[in-house]
């Protein structure tokens, strides 16, 4: 495996003093502030276009600045407190979540290293050989706060939410964490600085095509958005765990979910598409008068590109995919991503064993598995081996079944050719009348 980096921290920390940390931190804690503020703008204006509506249009140029006077009258609004709700519980339960989502940055490589007021260091906050496991723990505390918020309300909906949201968070995370497993045996280090480096020839969505395809689905189920935001389904649940919440505690729930859609997409960057470093095509423009796009600020532009790349896919889905029903959403989790997971772990395990002991390009053989592997995992999600009837036969097929207006234990509204069975409070009433003849 000498053609991987050996495991280890790629980036450079030593010239790094206490109050360039203090500025790392104040940084990133501004960065994701505006980011989400922009966010708010950027999906609702990208919605109305898909939908042919306006957006917001009126407060700054382009409505920039309506997200800003959004902001202050949540923060002005009453902030209630329920009577019969655990207080303690009920006041931390968002700040866990929002504290979770401004952790997960600490550790992503924004760029590489620069001179920062004449110390030589990464944009980075902090790094370790562990750090995405480091990551992992942080993101599962987040949905503590979800959790914890439902069950301290007291109250039936929140609760509801905050279940879905406890099986949402292991269903899926589940097949996060195997994904991702590939990805460090592949760059043999678990810390994000080093799995940036490793791609510097040729990154993981190459090497690793299925891990990011179930990688990006629970990108989804991790952040509850759309269409996995099944803790928080209007039409069942009203508003899920934060039901009960109003003001700035509402703020923090809502503060949280766009944080960690920017956290996703910064690791869906960081661990697939080779992080801040540039593609080759960039690098062939910058080599024609010497230059190199890897080197001093110009990475961080190449980042942020990539990671509202991944932001607009979001808001992509959101208005385009239906949510999920709940019975399909965890036949998707345990019976769909995990087994795809563990598949393509046991074959990139077998290759590298393969390659300890006779010695193969394990570059190139990764490479054609990867493609091979996920045209697979295509056509299982989007084959259809069913055969095709006419809608006469369709209709004829359900007038001979029995249909009681539930499917899979959710009440359904009657399709062509099926009827609902008669009331039971109209078979009392026919039997009454009948008794009186």
């Known amino acids: 495996m000498n053609v991987f980096m050996s495991g280890g921290v790629a980036a450079d920390f030593s010239q790094d003093t206490w109050w360039i940390w203090v500025i790392k931190a104040v940084a990133i804690i501004f960065f994701l502030i505006f980011s989400v503020i922009f966010a708010l ?6 919605l109305a276009r898909m939908q042919n509506r306006l957006g917001p249009n009126t407060v700054g140029p382009l409505g920039l600045g309506q997200s800003f006077p959004d902001a202050l009258k949540l923060m002005l609004k009453e902030d209630f407190w329920l009577a019969g709700a655990d207080r303690v519980i009920y006041a931390i339960a968002p700040v866990i979540s929002a504290l979770a989502a401004f952790t997960v940055m600490a550790v992503i490589p924004v760029g590489p290293n620069v001179s920062m007021f004449g110390n030589n260091t990464p ?23 979800m959790v914890l918020g439902g069950w301290s309300a007291k109250s039936t909906f929140p609760l509801y939410g905050s279940v879905r949201a406890a099986t949402q968070m292991i269903s899926y995370e589940l097949a996060q964490g195997l994904s991702l497993v590939t990805v460090f045996v592949l760059a043999q280090t678990m810390s994000t600085s080093g799995i ?12 690793a095509l299925p891990a990011f395809m179930i990688f990006f689905v629970t990108m989804f189920g991790g952040t509850n958005r759309l269409p996995f935001d099944l803790p928080e389904a209007e039409g069942e649940i009203v508003a899920g765990p934060h039901l009960e919440y109003s003001s700035m505690k509402f703020g923090w729930y809502y503060l949280a979910e766009y944080i960690n859609m920017l956290n996703m ?5 960081t661990l697939f598409l080779g992080g801040w470093r540039s593609g080759p095509i960039l690098t062939w423009i910058f080599g024609l008068w010497g230059g190199d796009p890897n080197q001093g600020w110009f990475p961080v532009l190449v980042f942020l590109a990539k990671t509202w790349f991944f932001m607009g896919i979001f808001v992509w889905v959101r208005g385009t995919l239906l949510r999920f029903r709940y019975d399909q959403f965890m036949h998707l989790g345990w019976k769909g991503l995990i087994p795809a997971a563990l598949g393509w772990l046991a074959i990139v395990l077998v290759v590298i064993g393969v390659d300890a002991v006779v010695g193969i ?12 592997y996920a045209l697979i995992l295509l056509i299982w999600a989007f084959g259809d081996d069913t055969e095709e009837k006419t809608e006469q036969e369709i209709i004829a097929e359900r007038e001979s079944q029995e249909f009681d207006g539930f499917e899979n234990g959710y009440p359904v509204p009657p399709l062509p050719g099926q009827h609902l069975p008669p009331s039971p409070r109209a078979r009392t009433t026919v039997t009454k009348e009948s008794e009186n003849v």
Do not use: C
């Open 196 to 207: 940036v480096a490793a791609q510097q020839p040729l990154w993981n969505i190459l090497l």
């Open 265 to 269: 997409s910064m690791l869906a960057t």
């Open 41 to 46: 703008w950027f999906e609702r204006r990208l």
């Open 361 to 372: 390009n394990v570059r190139n053989v990764m490479v054609i598995l990867s493609t091979g």
């Open 123 to 145: 944009i980075q906050l902090a790094d370790s050989p562990v750090a995405m496991l480091f990551v992992l723990a942080v993101a599962a505390l987040g949905e503590y706060g």
